[in-house]
């Protein structure tokens, strides 16, 4: 009966995918056609020999119109081909899944951390609203929203690995946990008071609800009440920045990577853009474009597993 609740709204869903992702990759192009300006003058600097320059261009496609660039581009695309790289002379398809596995890594880590931790100061604090505890979560929730992901990295470091030494400074290593801590950390912090607050609003407006004090005058415990009933109900909104966080996570991961060295996706885009190696830049974007469309498919799915009124609608 689940299943087939769930078939129709997933279909359209996936359906309502398409034009999004075809939106997207016209955007992508665009912007990085304009933005990055002439990637054969890059590769050869300033001064480079006009001829090569003119050879290099017409290597690429890059003396034809921007509508051509693109349609070139998008037959590529659907063939599963993402293009070439102008620096590495290599497949950007191959470039990418070097790189992935080591965001994905991190952003699966920092996700846990952030929802843990979030939803943790955010039921605590909701348990005893008004109270200093509740004062001092929410103080931290803030102070993790406002700090900026570099500035926050670099003071990790400075404390756990050149104070005191319990983490490496930098790097991937051999892909031990050790090197996954902080860079986690950092990342995670950015979504965790965005969370927390939500959880604890949600949480306090749902425990005010009459079925929750019809539920403790049965007596039942505090922890069933929350845990069994106002839990779960609280959940819609706390899943909706969850999957918008993902944004926070894709743009934070560049800075975090960047900080700690991480040979992840985002550092790959940082200097593919400083090399204005133009097809692993889109390569990269689109990458976090579509886990960003994933994402938002993935918190519908919570939706219709969370509240089944919503399957009915």
Same mark, same amino acid.
């Given at each position: 009966?689940?299943?087939?609740?769930?078939?129709?709204?997933?279909?359209?869903?996936?359906?309502?995918?398409?034009?999004?992702?075809?939106?997207?990759?016209?955007?992508?192009?665009?912007? /990085?056609?304009? &933005?990055?300006?002439?990637? &054969?003058?890059?590769?050869?600097?300033?001064?480079?020999?006009?001829?090569?320059?003119?050879?290099?261009?017409?290597?690429?496609?890059?003396?034809?119109?921007? @509508?051509?660039?693109? @349609?070139?581009?998008?037959?590529?695309?659907?063939?599963? /081909?993402?293009?070439?790289?102008? #620096?590495?002379?290599?497949?950007?398809?191959?470039?990418?899944?070097?790189?992935?596995? &080591?965001?994905?890594?991190?952003?699966?880590?920092?996700?846990?951390?952030?929802?843990?931790?979030?939803?943790?100061?955010?039921?605590?604090?909701?348990?005893?609203?008004?109270?200093? *505890?509740?004062?001092?979560?929410?103080?931290?929730?803030?102070?993790?929203?406002?700090?900026?992901?570099?500035?926050?990295?670099?003071?990790?470091?400075?404390?756990?690995?050149?104070?005191?030494?319990?983490?490496?400074?930098?790097?991937?290593?051999?892909?031990?946990?050790? #090197?996954?801590?902080?860079?986690?950390?950092?990342?995670?912090?950015? #979504?965790?008071?965005?969370?927390?607050?939500?959880?604890?609003?949600? *949480?306090?407006?749902?425990?005010?609800?009459?079925?929750?004090?019809?539920?403790?005058?049965?007596?039942?415990?505090?922890?069933?009440?929350?845990?069994?009933?106002?839990?779960? /109900? &609280?959940?819609?909104?706390?899943?909706?920045?969850?999957?918008?966080?993902?944004?926070?996570?894709?743009?934070?991961?560049?800075?975090?990577?960047?900080?700690?060295?991480?040979?992840?996706?985002?550092?790959? %885009?940082?200097?593919?853009?400083?090399?204005?190696?133009?097809?692993?830049?889109?390569?990269?974007?689109?990458?976090?474009?579509?886990?960003?469309?994933?994402? /938002? %498919?993935?918190?519908?799915?919570?939706?219709?597993?969370?509240?089944?009124?919503?399957?009915?609608?």
């Amino acid at each position: 009966m689940m299943l087939a609740e769930l078939s129709q709204p997933v279909g359209k869903r996936l359906l309502a995918l398409i034009p999004v992702l075809f939106g997207i990759s016209l955007l992508v192009f665009i912007l /990085n056609a304009v &933005a990055l300006g002439d990637p &054969a003058r890059a590769m050869l600097g300033q001064r480079g020999d006009p001829e090569l320059i003119a050879q290099i261009r017409e290597e690429y496609a890059l003396d034809r119109p921007l @509508w051509v660039q693109y @349609w070139t581009w998008m037959a590529r695309l659907l063939q599963g /081909n993402l293009g070439r790289s102008y #620096h590495q002379q290599r497949p950007v398809s191959q470039v990418v899944a070097e790189r992935f596995p &080591a965001t994905f890594k991190l952003a699966i880590a920092a996700t846990l951390i952030a929802v843990g931790a979030g939803l943790t100061m955010g039921i605590a604090a909701a348990i005893r609203p008004a109270s200093v *505890l509740d004062h001092l979560l929410m103080g931290a929730a803030v102070i993790g929203i406002s700090t900026p992901v570099f500035w926050l990295g670099l003071m990790l470091s400075l404390l756990f690995a050149v104070w005191l030494g319990w983490f490496p400074v930098s790097g991937y290593g051999d892909g031990a946990l050790t #090197h996954l801590v902080l860079p986690a950390l950092t990342l995670g912090a950015l #979504h965790t008071g965005t969370i927390a607050r939500m959880a604890r609003s949600s *949480l306090v407006e749902v425990i005010r609800q009459d079925y929750i004090q019809a539920a403790r005058a049965k007596g039942l415990a505090e922890l069933a009440v929350i845990g069994k009933h106002a839990l779960k /109900n &609280a959940l819609i909104p706390v899943v909706t920045v969850i999957g918008i966080g993902l944004a926070d996570l894709l743009v934070g991961a560049p800075l975090t990577e960047t900080v700690f060295a991480w040979p992840g996706l985002g550092r790959m %885009l940082v200097a593919a853009v400083g090399q204005r190696d133009l097809p692993v830049v889109m390569g990269a974007v689109l990458v976090f474009a579509v886990i960003y469309v994933l994402g /938002n %498919l993935l918190v519908d799915l919570a939706y219709l597993l969370i509240d089944p009124r919503i399957r009915r609608e």
